[in-house]
């Protein structure tokens, strides 16, 4: 599996809760994406000397963290939609959230 760091595991599982705050209901989509996303991947790379001296082409890199920048297409969506439509799934989930975790 690629999921070789907490790091990377944290960049994956990120994207459903972006999702959830960026995806609404439209009239023909249950599933519309509202918004857009950047997302800048920062790796830590192998000295370029050391990798040649190991005989690699290409020094090697990992995953060290990751920016995301959230552009929100549709702020309207917030507080009107149309009648068929609804707005973003994250206002849904957590009304239906247990009492006990909504204190």
């Known amino acids: 599996s690629f999921r070789t760091s907490p790091i990377v595991d944290r960049v994956l599982d990120s994207n459903p809760l972006l999702e959830a705050f960026g995806n609404a209901k439209t009239v023909r989509n249950d599933n519309s994406s509202r918004f857009g996303k950047f997302i800048q991947l920062q790796f830590d790379a192998e000295d370029p000397t050391h990798a040649a001296y190991a005989g690699k082409a290409v020094p090697s890199a990992v995953l060290a963290g990751s920016r995301c920048e959230v552009y929100l297409l549709e702020k309207i969506r917030v507080v009107s939609h149309e009648e068929e439509e609804r707005t973003y799934?994250?206002?849904?989930?957590?009304?239906?959230?247990?009492?006990?975790?909504?204190?």
């Open 89 to 103: 799934h994250i206002f849904y989930q957590l009304l239906a959230a247990p009492d006990e975790e909504k204190a």
